[in-house]
């Protein structure tokens, strides 16, 4: 039993809350977050990517994904916390879970200012006999010992070179957004939109380049909402020249509860308390923020840049592929002395991303698995957790970089040696879904969840399948995960069969996982772009932005048909025709053997 559960517990008795729901989100509701909002691994001990923990003063229970099934077992084990996969027959919803354990007359408690305002309206809406919600107590923050302040870091401007968009565009863009759905007052909390429409970028989140803020924007007004520690002279001017005013960040409930209506906000993306402080009687326009549906569609601008960053990045990617197949492996199978390990093999990334101009920060800690630890899709190293990889088997590398120019995400998948037929299997149908996808022709406006049947349909046709969407969005020098793009086939909200639009940069990236063995995935990152227009109307295709060799020695050739054996030669070919100016002579011809056809 963690011992942190005693200490969130004894504060639940002193506030009379029965059930505590524990968020992990900060007060922007941002995936990533900064050490000080970690509650969620605080108390659970998991470190995944999405849960939510819900206790009672006897119970407690963890729901997830299936990302992280095999992760959240290792890490709860021995915790006292019953780990629940979410939309398994047989897993109960967390609102049943709740009824169960809530009295007639007890009180269920969150964290409204981590919470969305979509999921606090849910919470708060359980009831039981005479039952109440509360959402004012961060019972995490009074139970937490030693917790870590929170971190703030200067801002800076992102030049329009690099954006297509001065700011004052943007800012004009959104009001007429606001205009057109009858909206005088739009309230935003999310921390990439905000980033976005100013042009600003920060470091208050590692591997994130926001800065934590709230932003009030009216037809002839906007105040900007921040810790003062974010701005040096050169921002204030800036931002002064925008005719943008400057509050402290806790100020903004308070002005909140002055708005006039009616008021835009997005529900999924501010925190309940802020939209709770909109004044009562207040019309309340639910939309999509529109700064996160126009920054999903990069300009021309952005397009060219990710060209730029894409190329860079692959180019390192590909020199990682070079030293691990003609320095690590060699090691890793007993040739020369020594030893290769999952934490080796990140630092030797980071090392050659860093070298290319105009690199900033990986854009999300660096996924390196080897074995059964890849078959956890977010499974994370560690230097203190020695992973020696071994002369057999596959290692799997899922990592990204920030560029002045953009931002990008890729996952390889290489064999370390021997390898059994089901490995095999699994990998050439990762590579030939990848590329079928990449291949797809459609309509424009078709969704996601339509496009995601050109990458599953192989591993279907087998039984097969995968829990993790195909494709996101990824951010402009923001956010690698970006809504509202994305391709997957499962999608409960309207904003989950989101259309692809031109511009739209999306990963491709389909896998298969085996518990407790192996696990596959390989992504390449998709522009869309114009094909041709008919009778039928526009049509969009995906233009490949990554360019970096797949393992073709993984490759069991039978499981391709001959179009699959096609398009993998074709992007070899391309991936050689883009890196072959920037290598060694000795780089040159190694990638010239692993472009070659099959």
Not at 145 to 154: G, L
Not at 320 to 348: H, M, Q, S, Y
Not at 378 to 393: C, F, I, N, Q, T
Request: net charge negative.
């Amino acid at each position: 039993m963690r011992k942190q559960l005693a200490e969130l517990r004894k504060t639940m008795k002193e506030y009379g809350i029965d059930v505590y729901i524990v968020s992990d989100k900060d007060e922007h509701l941002n995936e990533y977050t900064g050490a000080h909002f970690c509650a969620l691994a605080e108390f659970s001990g998991f470190t995944g990517g999405d849960g939510t923990l819900v206790l009672s003063l006897s119970k407690a229970a963890l729901w997830t994904d299936g990302r992280y099934y095999t992760q959240a077992e290792q890490e709860l084990e021995g915790s006292g916390i019953t780990l629940m996969r979410s939309g398994e027959p047989g897993t109960p919803s967390l609102r049943d879970w709740i009824l169960k354990e809530l009295p007639a007359d007890g009180t269920l408690g969150f964290d409204g200012k981590c919470t969305s305002y979509y999921d606090g309206l849910a919470f708060s809406r359980i009831r039981k006999g005479n039952s109440r919600a509360v959402s004012e107590y961060d019972l995490c923050g009074m139970a937490w010992k030693n917790r870590p302040a929170e971190h703030f870091e200067k801002c800076w401007i992102l030049g329009d070179e690099y954006c297509g968009k001065t700011a004052a565009e943007k800012l004009a863009g959104v009001r007429r957004a606001m205009a057109a759905v009858g909206a005088g007052t739009h309230v935003i909390s999310s921390a990439d939109d905000i980033a976005w429409m100013l042009n600003l970028r920060g470091g208050d989140i590692p591997n994130n380049p926001v800065f934590l803020a709230y932003l009030i924007l009216k037809k002839d007004r906007a105040v900007l909402y921040s810790d003062p520690a974010h701005f040096d002279n050169a921002v204030t001017d800036y931002l002064d020249g925008l005719g943008i005013e400057r509050k402290d960040a806790g100020q903004v409930f308070e002005d909140v509860r002055k708005v006039e209506s009616p008021v835009l906000i997005d529900r999924k993306r501010c925190s309940y308390t802020l939209a709770d402080s909109i004044p009562a009687g207040s019309r309340i326009i639910e939309r999509l923020n529109p700064a996160m549906t126009e920054k999903c569609c990069k300009n021309e601008t952005e397009r060219k840049n990710i060209r730029i960053a894409q190329h860079r990045d692959s180019l390192a990617v590909t020199r990682f592929f070079f030293w691990f197949r003609n320095e690590a492996l060699p090691v890793i199978r007993g040739e020369k002395e020594g030893k290769i390990t999952e934490w080796d093999c990140v630092l030797r990334l980071h090392e050659l991303r860093a070298v290319q101009e105009h690199f900033l920060d990986e854009s999300f800690p660096t996924i390196s698995a080897y074995g059964a630890n890849a078959a956890m899709a977010h499974y994370m190293p560690s230097p203190d957790r020695e992973v020696k990889l071994e002369a057999k088997g596959l290692y799997l590398v899922d990592s990204g970089g920030h560029y002045l120019e953009g931002t990008t995400d890729i996952t390889r998948t290489w064999a370390c040696g021997e390898l059994t037929p089901e490995e095999r299997t699994a990998y050439t149908l990762a590579a030939a879904a990848n590329l079928r996808l990449a291949d797809a022709r459609f309509p424009d406006g078709v969704s996601g969840l339509v496009l995601d049947y050109a990458a599953r349909e192989l591993f279907w046709r087998r039984g097969m399948n995968y829990n993790h969407g195909t494709g996101h969005g990824v951010g402009q020098v923001l956010n690698v995960h970006e809504g509202p793009a994305g391709i997957r086939y499962k999608a409960s909200t309207a904003e989950g069969a989101y259309p692809v639009k031109e511009g739209m940069y999306i990963s491709d990236e389909p896998g298969y996982y085996e518990p407790g063995a192996y696990g596959v995935r390989l992504e390449n990152m998709l522009l869309a772009v114009p094909e041709y227009t008919n009778e039928y109307g526009r049509f969009l295709r995906f233009e490949t932005c990554t360019f970096v060799p797949f393992d073709s020695s993984c490759l069991d050739l039978s499981v391709m048909s001959e179009q699959d054996r096609s398009l993998y030669n074709a992007y070899h070919e391309r991936v050689y025709r883009e890196l072959e100016k920037d290598l060694t002579a000795q780089e040159r011809v190694w990638l010239q053997q692993m472009c070659a056809p099959v």
